[in-house]
């Protein structure tokens, strides 16, 4: 499992609308927008320990502006976007392997459980749309990038 974590000012992630336009499925304000993908070997221990590395994480400043304050300190928010190009591999040629990332069929559970596992922690949690071609905006606050693995 493989999560990229940006802190945000702000957040949003659109998809296609029936109309020609765009829908918003999930947006933020101050808080992480995740960008997650699954391998073949990922479960539930995966989950339950990326859940709480995330949360975990002191990324935001306090008084001293020094980052020693969690999310929910912070009182921030998640926006969980799922990104299977995480896992793509351009060693060789022109054109990145995608023969790490799981596929639908696996990835689409892993993915709701994760997101089920933040929720049940306590924060807001937003999400873009499983498979759909999204458009991502944010403002990365700082920035401030990490990747995480397990």
Same mark, same amino acid.
């Given at each position: 499992? &493989?999560?990229?974590?940006? &802190?945000?000012?702000?957040?949003?992630?659109?998809?296609?609308?029936?109309?020609?336009? =765009?829908?918003?499925?999930?947006?933020?304000?101050?808080?992480?927008?995740?960008?997650?993908?699954? =391998?073949?070997?990922?479960?539930? #221990?995966?989950?339950?320990?990326?859940?709480?590395?995330?949360?975990?994480?002191?990324?935001? !400043?306090?008084? $001293?502006?020094?980052?020693?304050?969690?999310?929910? #300190?912070?009182?921030?928010?998640?926006?969980?976007?799922?990104?299977? =190009?995480?896992?793509?591999?351009?060693?060789?040629?022109? &054109? !990145?392997?995608?023969?790490?990332?799981?596929?639908?069929?696996?990835?689409?559970?892993?993915?709701? &459980?994760?997101?089920?596992?933040?929720?049940?922690?306590?924060?807001?949690?937003?999400?873009?749309?499983?498979?759909?071609?999204?458009?991502? #905006?944010?403002?990365?606050?700082?920035?401030?990038?990490?990747?995480? $693995?397990?």
């Amino acid at each position: 499992m &493989r999560v990229l974590v940006q &802190r945000v000012a702000r957040a949003e992630v659109r998809v296609p609308a029936a109309d020609g336009g =765009t829908r918003v499925t999930g947006a933020i304000e101050r808080g992480f927008l995740l960008l997650v993908g699954f =391998t073949h070997a990922d479960g539930d #221990e995966q989950l339950a320990w990326m859940a709480d590395k995330v949360l975990g994480l002191r990324l935001f !400043p306090d008084a $001293e502006d020094k980052m020693n304050m969690s999310l929910a #300190e912070a009182g921030g928010a998640l926006l969980v976007v799922s990104q299977f =190009t995480l896992y793509g591999d351009a060693r060789k040629g022109k &054109r !990145p392997s995608f023969i790490d990332a799981a596929r639908p069929e696996t990835a689409i559970p892993l993915y709701e &459980r994760f997101v089920a596992a933040l929720r049940a922690r306590g924060p807001r949690v937003e999400t873009g749309e499983f498979g759909a071609m999204m458009q991502v #905006e944010l403002v990365n606050d700082g920035p401030v990038t990490l990747w995480l $693995e397990r």
